[in-house]
C-alpha cells in the first residue's frame, strides 16, 4: 500500500504533462482550422502555419524532455513517447516542416522559392523563440513537482562528446532523417508517417546520449537557447552547421553523385 502511494503521484505527474502536450496539440490544430478559414493571403497563411507547426513541435519536446529525464531507468518509455508524438506531429503538421533543414532541402532542390524560403525560415525562427518563454510560463504554474520554470532558463548542455564526434552524429541523422524524407515521398501517407516516426525514435535512441540527436536548428534553439548564449559558437557549429551540411551532402550524393555514377557505369557497360 505504502509502494502505491508513493507510485501514484509520479503517474499523476507523467499523466498531467501528457495531457498538456495534447491540449497544445488540440490548441494549435483549432488555430491552423481558424488560419486556414480566415487567412487567405498565401504567404501570411504559410507564415502562420509554420509558426504554430514550430511552436507545437518545441513545446512538445520540451514536455518530452522533462519527462525523459524523471524516467531513467525505464528508457522505452520515453521512446515510446518519442514515436507517438512523431506519429501525431506527422498527421498534424502536414504542409509544413518545422525545420530549417527541409526549407533548406526543398530551396536546394528547386521546390520553394528563396522568397518563401525566407519567409518560412523567419517563422521558424519566432515560433521556436515563443515556444522556450511559452513553455516557462506553463511551468511556473507548477502543474507538476517537476515543472519549475528557471529550468527553462537553465543551460543544459546535452553534448556528451568532444566537438568533431558531435558535429557528425548532427550530421549524420540530418542526412539520414532528410533522405528518408525525401524518398519516402511516393510512399502511402499512412504507412510514411509510421516509417518517419520509427526513424525519428531510431536515431534519438543511437545520438540522443551523445548530442541529444536534435538535427532540428529551430528546436535546438528552443531547447538550448541559454546555451546559445554561454557557448555559442559550439552551440552553432553542432546544431546549426552540422545539420546543414547533412544536408548539403544530402543533395550532392543523390542530385549529383549517383546520377553521375549511374550513368558513368550504364556508358562503361555500352562500350
Known amino acids: 500500500m505504502t509502494a502505491l502511494r508513493d507510485f501514484w503521484p509520479g503517474v499523476q505527474d507523467t499523466c498531467t504533462s501528457l495531457g498538456l502536450?495534447?491540449?497544445?496539440?488540440?490548441?494549435?490544430?483549432l488555430a491552423r482550422v481558424v488560419t486556414r478559414q480566415q487567412v487567405h493571403k498565401s504567404m501570411v497563411h504559410a507564415f502562420v502555419l509554420e509558426f504554430l507547426a514550430t511552436f507545437q513541435l518545441c513545446c512538445c519536446t520540451h514536455e518530452l524532455q522533462l519527462l525523459s529525464e524523471q524516467e531513467p531507468a525505464h528508457p522505452t518509455w520515453p521512446l515510446t513517447l518519442i514515436y507517438f508524438f512523431s506519429l501525431v506531429h506527422g498527421l498534424t503538421l502536414v504542409g509544413t516542416s518545422s525545420n530549417p533543414c527541409g526549407?533548406?532541402?526543398?530551396?536546394?532542390?528547386?521546390?520553394?522559392?528563396?522568397?518563401?524560403?525566407?519567409?518560412r525560415l523567419l517563422a521558424q525562427l519566432i515560433g521556436a523563440l515563443c515556444s522556450r518563454y511559452c513553455i516557462g510560463a506553463l511551468w511556473s504554474l507548477?502543474?507538476?513537482k517537476y515543472h519549475v520554470s528557471e529550468r527553462s532558463f537553465a543551460c543544459?548542455?546535452?553534448?556528451?562528446?568532444?566537438?568533431?564526434?558531435?558535429?557528425?552524429?548532427?550530421?549524420?541523422?540530418?542526412?539520414?532523417?532528410?533522405?528518408a524524407l525525401l524518398?519516402?515521398?511516393?510512399?502511402?501517407t499512412k504507412l510514411r508517417i509510421h516509417l518517419l516516426a520509427a526513424l525519428i525514435t531510431f536515431l534519438v535512441y543511437a545520438g540522443g546520449s551523445l548530442t541529444g540527436a536534435?538535427?532540428?536548428?529551430?528546436?535546438?534553439?528552443?531547447l538550448h537557447f541559454k546555451c546559445f548564449d554561454e557557448a555559442f559558437f559550439q552551440f552553432f557549429i553542432v546544431y546549426w552547421l552540422a545539420p546543414s551540411l547533412g544536408?548539403?551532402?544530402m543533395i550532392l550524393m543523390f542530385s549529383f553523385f549517383l546520377p553521375w555514377l549511374y550513368n558513368n557505369h550504364t556508358i562503361n557497360k555500352q562500350e
Open 103 to 119: 526549407v533548406m532541402m526543398q530551396m536546394m532542390v528547386g521546390g520553394m522559392t528563396p522568397e518563401v524560403g525566407a519567409m
Open 183 to 188: 524518398h519516402f515521398q511516393e510512399v502511402r
Open 247 to 249: 544536408i548539403l551532402l
Open 142 to 144: 507548477g502543474l507538476t
Open 21 to 29: 502536450m495534447l491540449s497544445l496539440v488540440l490548441f494549435m490544430g
Open 214 to 222: 536534435v538535427f532540428n536548428p529551430a528546436l535546438a534553439l528552443s
Open 156 to 179: 543544459r548542455n546535452p553534448i556528451q562528446v568532444d566537438l568533431p564526434k558531435a558535429v557528425i552524429t548532427e550530421a549524420i541523422c540530418s542526412f539520414i532523417f532528410h533522405s
